[in-house]
């Protein structure tokens, strides 16, 4: 197996134990990704892509994380101690999704994770410095919508004041839906062409 490229997203907080998230290519035809650096007691390792472990709520059978207290679709208290323990005692939260088989191969990710990670923070240095691990925009912001990013809220006096937009141009200024318009009243008039059809 060779890996032929690793990319890798620093992360910013030196407070973390977290220091990147990475990607690794394998014989320039398979890409792991969403694996993470973390410092250890004795060192950087590699924790491999992975996903919390679930069970099913007794009650609704709904699937729950085995951390949760309650049932996420039904409420049902759910009992705290419900993972299988490890050699440790340890319980067993997360399954990888993608592992190396033998000490060889872990070895070798870790290694070339690691060699990524420090070429990575001399290359951050630089002023025209990009990150090349692709998140996918995870990272970015969503556009709002159009009338959401328009309107905003201010604060003057210690009062908060809100702005609308001005409408679209070829809108009537009141177009509202004629149920909205007529909520309570006796009559509904379908249409501007038949007037008064709808009296009782």
Known sequence: MLITEVRVKLVEDPHERLMAFCSITLDGCFVIRDLKLIQGKTGPFVAMPSRKLTDRCPR???????????CNQCGAR?????????????AKLY??????INS???EQIQQDV??????EL??????????????????RFADLDEYEF????????????????????????RETP???????????QTSHDDFGAGLI
């Open 150 to 173: 328009a309107t905003e809220t201010i604060a003057a006096n210690g009062q908060v004041h809100r702005l609308d937009p001005p409408e679209p141009i070829g809108r009537n200024h």
């Open 178 to 188: 004629d149920r909205e318009r007529d909520a309570g009243s006796v009559s509904v």
């Open 104 to 106: 060889a191969c872990r």
């Open 78 to 90: 759910l009992h705290d101690d419900r993972a299988a323990k490890d050699g440790d005692g340890r």
């Open 122 to 139: 001399i290359l951050a240095k630089e002023p025209d410095y990009v990150c090349t691990y692709d998140d996918y925009g995870e990272e």
């Open 60 to 70: 609704c059978h709904a699937k729950n994380h085995l951390r949760a207290g309650y």
């Open 114 to 119: 690691v060699e990524a990670y420090e070429r």
């Open 95 to 100: 399954a990888d999704i993608a592992h190396p």
